[in-house]
């Protein structure tokens, strides 16, 4: 695994002009993918890195958050991403957190600096962070979905004044596979409540000692327990395995968050990102296009069928 210098990623743009000149719209040719340079590889933990890229080529359309992009790594392969920066940064830079887990997302976290990708989208929906102005937010997540996650609450945060409780929910197998450590001080400092949680703490197999660890141990469900937040006045965004966010959902309606008001982040294998192979169908919707986010009340029979 190659680790590069180290840049910061966490600019949190306090400008909420910006956030009004988001444009969703795709490019002309959806096809061809725009050249981007790898200009910032961060190694966020043993498998994931976080990646800056700035266009080479006319840059892609403004992204909403949750929405992805097509990511290809010339001579490997194509994978969809979710855009894990800020929105509200008024640059074309985009930011990619990405686990390694076969041939092309092992390429990405690889490629250092000057490397070029290409780039289709912004594809899909994005989290209805401006439908819940007043609201207070709730950010669920499990393991890597918290980078999808990431860019609708950096939104949240640079614009920190327009929304109610801001708390984020994070769980991981382990503490060193918690993502963005280093930026948690930066949303506490907005404003967020941050808890984490690991399902184990077990001593290292090497060293035998137990992992130094400040959070709770258990599912991230169990935090649900300690919330604070009214729920009729909260909106929760929810990301991670299927199985987190069957769950979740549930243990959220439970507490009385309204079924509209419960966003998830379906997954599926796709290739076009555009609606038209239909790879990643799933029930009446291809995720490319109806999804990748979508309520709770909708997601739920959806979450039930195993990709094969
Ligand atoms: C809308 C969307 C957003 C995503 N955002 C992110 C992100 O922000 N960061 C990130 O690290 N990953 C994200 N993913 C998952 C990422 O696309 C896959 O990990 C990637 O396609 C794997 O490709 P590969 O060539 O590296 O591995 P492959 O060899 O293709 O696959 C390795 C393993 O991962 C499984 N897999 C492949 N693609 C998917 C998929 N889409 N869903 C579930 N399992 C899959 C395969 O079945 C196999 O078991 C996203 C997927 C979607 C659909």
């Known amino acids: 695994m190659t680790t590069t210098p180290t840049t910061p990623t966490t600019p949190i743009a306090q400008n909420s002009q910006n956030a009004q000149n988001t444009r969703t719209a795709t490019s002309s040719a959806p096809m061809v ?3 981007y340079r790898v200009v910032a590889n961060h190694r966020d933990t043993a498998d ?7 266009p080479l080529d006319q840059p892609i359309p403004r992204f909403r958050a949750g929405q992805f992009t097509m990511v290809y790594v010339f001579g490997v392969g194509e994978i969809p991403l979710s855009v894990s920066g800020s ?4 640059d074309d830079t985009l930011v990619h957190t ?32 401006e439908d819940s102005l007043g609201r207070n937010l709730l950010f669920v997540a499990g393991g890597i979905g918290l980078a999808p996650l990431r860019s609708a609450l950096l939104e949240a945060l640079g614009t920190r004044d327009r929304f109610g409780f801001i708390t984020v929910l994070a769980g991981a197998k382990v503490p060193a596979e ?41 599912l991230v469900t169990d935090l649900l327990a300690g919330l604070r937040a009214r729920p009729e006045h909260t909106t929760a965004f ?5 199985v987190t966010m069957t769950h979740t959902g549930s243990a959220l309606l439970e507490l009385g968050i309204p079924a509209h008001r419960i966003e998830v ?26 999804g990748p986010v979508t309520t709770f009340d909708h997601a739920e029979p959806l979450l039930a069928i195993c990709e094969l």
């Open 33 to 35: 993918p725009a050249r």
């Open 48 to 54: 994931t890195h976080t990646l800056r890229l700035a």
């Open 87 to 90: 929105p509200l940064v008024g």
């Open 98 to 129: 990405v686990r390694a887990v076969g041939a092309v997302s092992a390429a990405l976290c690889q490629a250092g600096p000057g490397s070029i990708v290409g780039v289709r989208g912004p594809f899909g929906t994005g989290w209805d962070v």
């Open 178 to 218: 918690h993502l963005y450590r280093d930026e948690e001080e930066s949303w506490l400092a907005h404003g967020a409540v941050v808890l984490r949680t690991v399902d184990r703490l077990e001593p290292d197999p090497c060293t035998l000692q137990v992992p130094a660890w400040d959070g709770s141990v258990g």
């Open 238 to 242: 929810v990301c991670g395995p299927e």
């Open 265 to 290: 982040c379906l997954e599926r294998n796709m290739r076009c990102g555009l609606g038209i192979c239909g790879h990643c169908q799933l029930g009446p919707d291809f995720v490319c296009l109806d």
